[in-house]
């Protein structure tokens, strides 16, 4: 089961913003930012230690031009009422908007394939995802609870200090968002603020009676870290008041180690179900030269983690990179 966290880490290398998800059919599907954001891959694999030796297939590219034409950022796999779905984010243009952010929206893609990865021409595009705001906005991914499907991601309010805020609507379908957005969280703490002021890649695992739901925080250098926010599985998600936010980082950099900017997250399980791992990118050097995110050595790692007495997850230190 890998409890020991004997796993090689890197699993990926030169994958960012991870996201693996176990189906019924017994495959760990895997995506992932590709270096040069130009294009949406697949890869799938029995054991989570496969997906490191898994061929990758790409099912979406690019535009020529357009909305979706630029900079393919964060997909996420999820298959919702027997489909397959995938949110990514893309922009127009590698220019910043009057606000000095990049102009990023939120798009979704759908295949009714068995198999998602069989071919480019099973997936069709379902648009742009819209929220209250036009505005800069990423990240996405979803959860269902009680019937009812939810959308968190991150998005720039003009009206707030900093990048992105995290946010939580109900969906009237895997593409629509039906109720009108709450604000969970913004950056506030210095933990949150350094570098850039930014709560964004959100994650949700529910255990213990609980939805926890991860972000990340600051800079996408070493500063990057993960906060979280959680609530009652009883209560009403769409009431903020109901959220409980962490003061402190709950996984950073591990200095001593080498293990600096963790973060971007994704929950996943052990083939046997009884252990849940901790999915996220990491780099293992400071000295970027340039822009941290044309940078392609964020690599993909993964963990197993415990949960405290309180129910709470404990996700200890990033794991030193352990080529086998």
Known sequence: ??????????????????????????????????????????????TLAGLAHAAPRTIWRKHDSGPMSQLIW?????????????????????????????????????????????????????????THLDSFSLDATCFEVKDKLYYVWAQKDPQIKGNSNIYIAEMENPWTLKTSPVMLSKPEFDWETRGFWVNEGPAVIHRNGRFFLTYSASATDENYCMGMLSVSDQADLLDKDNWTKSKEPVFQSDLAQRQYGPGHNSFTVTEDNQTDILVYHCRDYTEIKGDPLYDPNRHTKIQAFTWNDDGTPNFGKPVPYNYQ
């Not at 090689?8 to 954001?37: E, M």
């Not at 964060?74 to 606000?99: G, L, R």
């Not at 893609?109 to 648009?127: A, F, K, Y």
Request: charged share 25%; net charge negative.
């Open 74 to 130: 964060a997909p996420e796999i999820h298959y919702i009422d027997s489909k397959w779905f995938i949110y990514f984010a893309a922009a127009e243009t590698t220019s910043f908007d009057e606000n000095g952010m990049f102009q990023h929206r939120m798009f979704c893609i759908e295949c009714d394939n068995e198999n998602p990865m069989e071919s480019e021409d099973n997936w069709i595009e379902r648009g742009q995802i819209k």
């Open 1 to 46: 089961m890998n409890k020991d966290n004997n796993y090689i880490n890197p699993l990926i290398i030169q994958r960012a913003d991870p996201f693996i998800y176990k189906h019924t059919d017994g495959y760990y599907y895997f995506t992932a930012s590709v270096p040069a954001y130009n294009l949406i891959e697949i890869r799938r694999a029995k």
